[in-house]
């Protein structure tokens, strides 16, 4: 089927309309602005000097205009910040001791310390101001309800003009990592639901699509309007059952801005968990793709037609089964649910589903799933019987397990490395997000970001600044490992940036490999040979240069040093040399080895 294209409709207009100014977008300072957005920027000046007043030497047009970029035009948030840089600097000059005439104070110090007490702290100002620029009348700490909050943060910006008047006016420094992402994170934790990646494998025609289908119809992402649309038309050619399969194509094709996480990606949610859906499609010309999204996912849903003569089909050597159960572990996937479908065609036999289950479970053993992080579950994608709801009366009455969401929501995500340094695969760059920016897509591998920081696509040297980011399309100040952002960016041109480039903050980069040493999973036999590397999306030539070693599944224990070839389905170590221009690669990056159309080994670079 060729449903798995992603077709992004491109308006030539609208294309031709993005590039007009372009020239401008990217110079300096204030010329440097597209129209709109100097629009916004004259438009925030007015609201914060609304606000704040125009009588604080310190807070010039120019400090206001770079805190307005800074935070996007985020007028309460600037205001937020500008206040209190003028309240640090306050309490500041508080703090420094003021000594009066112990017996007879003069005026001056009098009125000083009047005027320190008789006003509203700055964090009252802050309070003030954020209600005044949300339009809401709160009052402030302190204040009768009631009162004026313009006047009182007139008041209060004055007030904080003790002195002010001696000082040269500075430019704000902005501070980098001005936010403890980490610590923000930790807060949230509880609040947020936890969202997690699946990549949905197995062999071609095993009731992929119409299972994911399912799934987004009775989570409620697609509508009954929509759905019966799709059976009228499906009925009109003759397969209805496909009516499920095209809610993907739907939500697909449909999505705004034509995101992709390296492959096509829907996304539902439970009371429990927001699931994100890679969609890996089981054609054979269709791997490198699986490779990108199972380099992604927490976790796979391995799907099995139970059908006659059909999971031995899957299950045999040509059959995608095996290849991709494998590969998912060696791309570190460590938790695997398998969907055995299509049991309304064996009548829900449970004999049928025990058959499967043990053979399954044998070879995912051995292909490294713990068999504590492996489950069966009995469904069918096209009643809908135990994927979302239970299924009906007494239908498998020798089952009493968990649906398939039901599993999917116990399988909780590995746990990421949020603190390190950034690393980000580009898997989709574009213009049309908010006010034309420059915006990349990808997951968050590890690490996290945030806006202001000054980031770099490797393996090429282009800086640019975060000026925007969106989290599962909602904004963000910040992201980390795990989420699926946008980043909207400033300063760089569009062809500076790469699907499969490497995001890293700008001063901990990533230093790309042209030789590397890797931990691999033989699916074929391997000898030094011409190979392509595969990473994510990127794929480049290479070669296995030496075989260093073998080594035991169980303990990784080397079993043979220097073997002069590696067998199928053995764990090795390989010397890789890559033919052309360096590859973003480093420790821990996950690749998979190529040759003449099948994949030959994947595994971890050393
Ligand atoms: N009876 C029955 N048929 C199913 C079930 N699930 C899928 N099918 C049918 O099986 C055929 C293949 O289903 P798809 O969902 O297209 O399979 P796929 O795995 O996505 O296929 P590829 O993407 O081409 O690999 C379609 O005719 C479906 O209607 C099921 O649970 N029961």
């Known amino acids: 089927m060729s449903r798995h294209k992603i077709v992004r409709t491109m308006n030539l207009a609208d294309e031709l309309d993005d590039f007009d100014g372009e020239d401008d977008y990217y110079g300096e300072e204030d010329e440097g602005m597209s129209p709109a957005d100097k629009a916004r920027m004259a438009d925030g000046l007015k609201r914060v000097r609304e606000v704040i007043g125009s009588d604080v030497p310190s807070l010039t047009d120019e400090k206001i205009e770079e ?20 309240g640090a600097t306050e309490k500041k000059k508080q703090k420094k001791p003021v000594v009066p005439e112990p017996k007879a104070p003069t005026q001056k110090a009098a009125i000083k310390a009047k005027q320190a007490f008789d006003v509203p702290s700055p964090d009252d100002v802050v309070i003030a101001a954020q209600s005044q620029s949300k339009g809401i009348s709160k009052s402030s700490k302190g204040e009768k309800a009631g009162s004026n909050t313009t006047a009182s943060i007139q008041k209060g910006v004055e ?7 001696a000082e040269k006016p500075t430019l704000p ?4 990592n001005k936010i403890d992402v980490v610590a923000e994170y930790e807060k949230s934790k509880s609040k947020r639901k936890e969202n997690a990646n699946l990549v949905v494998i197995g062999h071609v025609d095993a009731g992929k699509s119409t299972l994911m289908g399912r799934l987004l119809y009775d989570s409620g992402v697609v509508d009954e309007r929509t759905i019966q649309k799709y059976k009228q038309e499906a009925e009109k050619i003759g397969k209805s059952s496909f009516a ?14 034509g995101v992709t996480i390296d492959i096509a990606v829907n996304a539902f949610e439970t009371e429990r968990g927001r699931f994100t859906i890679l969609d890996a499609p089981g054609h054979r010309d269709f791997i490198p793709n699986m490779i990108a999204g199972a380099a992604q996912a927490d976790f796979a849903v391995l799907v099995i037609d139970s059908s006659p003569g059909e999971f031995e089909a899957g299950f045999n050597v040509r059959g995608q089964t095996k290849e991709h159960a494998l590969l998912v572990r060696s791309m ?3 938790r695997i649910i398998v969907a055995v479908n299509k049991l309304d065609l ?13 053979q399954m479970s044998q070879f995912l053993t051995t292909a490294g799933f713990q068999p504590k992080n492996v489950s069966f579950v009995p469904c069918s994608g096209l009643t809908g019987d135990n994927i979302v709801r239970k299924p009906a009366d007494g239908l498998i009455s020798w089952y009493s397990g968990p649906t398939l969401v039901e599993e999917l929501e116990t399988a909780k995500p590995v746990i990421k490395a949020i603190e390190k340094p950034l690393r980000m695969t580009i898997a989709d760059v574009y213009r049309g997000g908010v006010i034309n920016p420059v915006t990349i897509s990808g997951r968050i591998e ?18 640019a600044i975060v000026k925007g980011i969106e989290v599962d399309n909602q904004t963000a100040e910040w992201a980390v490992a795990g989420n699926n952002v946008q980043l909207h960016l400033a300063n760089i041109e569009m062809e500076h940036l790469k699907i ?3 995001i890293c903050q700008a001063d901990n980069p990533l230093v790309p490999l042209k030789e590397f040493e890797a931990k691999i999973l033989a699916f074929e036999g391997l000898t030094p040979m011409m190979i392509d590397i595969h990473r994510g999306r990127l794929n480049a030539s290479g070669r296995i240069t030496k075989l260093v070693a073998t080594l035991d599944k169980g303990n990784g224990s080397v079993t043979k040093k220097k073997p002069r070839h590696i067998g199928p389905g053995s764990l090795a170590v390989v010397n890789i040399a890559v033919t052309g221009a360096p590859l973003p690669l480093e420790k821990g990056s996950k690749i998979v080895l190529r040759a003449d159309g099948l994949t030959v080994a994947a595994g971890v670079v050393e």
Do not use: C
């Open 446 to 463: 590890v690490g996290n970001v945030q806006v202001g920081d000054t980031i770099v696509a490797i393996p090429g040297d282009e800086k």
């Open 173 to 176: 420094k902005i501070p980098r």
């Open 159 to 165: 007030a904080l003009k003790v002195g002010d008047t």
């Open 332 to 334: 570190g996937v460590q």
């Open 500 to 502: 499969g480039d490497v």
């Open 67 to 86: 805190t307005l970029w800074y935070y996007y035009f985020d007028v309460e948030r600037s205001i937020t910040y500008l206040l209190n840089q003028v």
């Open 244 to 257: 499920l399969a095209w809610v993907l194509d739907q939500t697909g094709e449909e999505r705004a801005r």
């Open 346 to 358: 064996m009548h829900w036999d449970q004999d049928r589903f025990d058959e499967i289950k043990q």
